[in-house]
């Protein structure tokens, strides 16, 4: 049973944003709902007021601007999914958000819901890592934007204070090949045991002039593998090149025993799919 709540409903953004500035720091906002009230139910939060956002049209829409794809924050997994610019400039996260959850959750879930409740095992955050994505953050005070690897801090842990509110995610048109995998106990609607997203560019020679490298579910928070990036640039991504740099990936994770899978288990799978999917990215471009 949930627990009683009050329950606010703004028409507009900046309705919203009085809102959250005037019940700080008792109000959670909702949207989707996939995750809070889970976390209501089992007392996992505590808050006393609750703010549906969800039929705020200011957080909804997929666009390009300015060389830049954003995606408002309310926006649907499903739509993710939908979006012929997602599969065209974000592949990677159009990848992973047809692996979240079942066509139900996709259809409620929103992006910002995803990052903001800051899941080790979030599926949205590596594609969006390797994408060098950024968030908007808008308070009654006014936006400031965070790259997202900055963003997630720890555990359900990140940057967003009480009266922001997360209205949109960006990146730049990505250059170069990517790609995402996710291991879970079942094909759908499972949690991730480890998931890794890569984006690898390359110059007319074949060097490798940007890597990306992104892991979830092995951490406390989804992790770039930065000295695994570092160790790519430069090289012409020869196996020897690939097998360095997804030994470091797996170095970098700091993986725990769980319902879902061992620390051994993702150590393991981390490397494999590391040196897998730069494989991959290498043969694409």
């Not at 936006?143 to 960006?170: H, I, M, S, W």
């Not at 991504?237 to 690939?242: A, C, G, K, R």
Request: hydrophobic content about 50%; some cysteine.
């Amino acid at each position: 049973m949930l627990p009683e709540f009050e329950l606010l409903r703004p028409k507009t953004l900046g309705e919203a944003l009085d809102m959250l500035a005037e019940h700080a720091p008792d109000v959670m906002p909702i949207a989707g709902g996939t995750n809070v009230v889970v976390a209501l139910r089992e007392r996992d939060v505590r808050s006393s007021v609750l703010m549906d956002v969800s039929g705020l049209a200011d957080l909804r829409g997929i666009r390009a601007e300015n060389g830049h794809v954003v995606v408002g924050g309310g926006t649907t997994i499903t739509e993710l999914v939908e979006s012929p610019l997602i599969a065209e400039k974000g592949m990677p996260l159009a990848a992973a958000a047809v692996q979240l959850g079942n066509p139900l959750i996709r259809n409620r879930a929103t992006l910002a819901g995803n990052l903001v409740d800051a899941s080790p095992a979030a599926d949205t955050a590596p594609p969006l890592l390797v994408l060098d994505a950024e968030v908007e953050l808008a308070s009654k005070a006014g936006t400031r934007t965070v790259l997202l690897d900055d963003f997630l801090v720890g555990v359900n842990q990140t940057l967003c204070q009480p009266d922001e509110l997360l209205v949109a995610v960006r990146w730049a048109a990505p250059d170069g090949a990517a790609a995402f995998h996710k291991i879970g106990l079942r094909k759908a609607g499972a949690c991730s045991v480890a998931t890794v997203a890569v984006r690898v560019a390359c110059d007319a020679a074949g060097r490798c002039t940007k890597a990306r490298i992104a892991l979830g579910a092995v951490a406390p928070r989804p992790i770039r593998a930065h000295a695994a990036e570092a160790a790519l640039v430069g090289t012409q991504l020869t196996d020897e090149d690939i097998a360095k740099a997804a030994k470091l990936a797996a170095g970098a994770t700091s993986p725990i025993d769980d319902v879902r899978s061992t620390a051994a288990y993702r150590l393991h799978v981390s490397e494999v799919l590391v040196g897998r999917l730069l494989g991959e990215v290498r043969a694409a471009m």
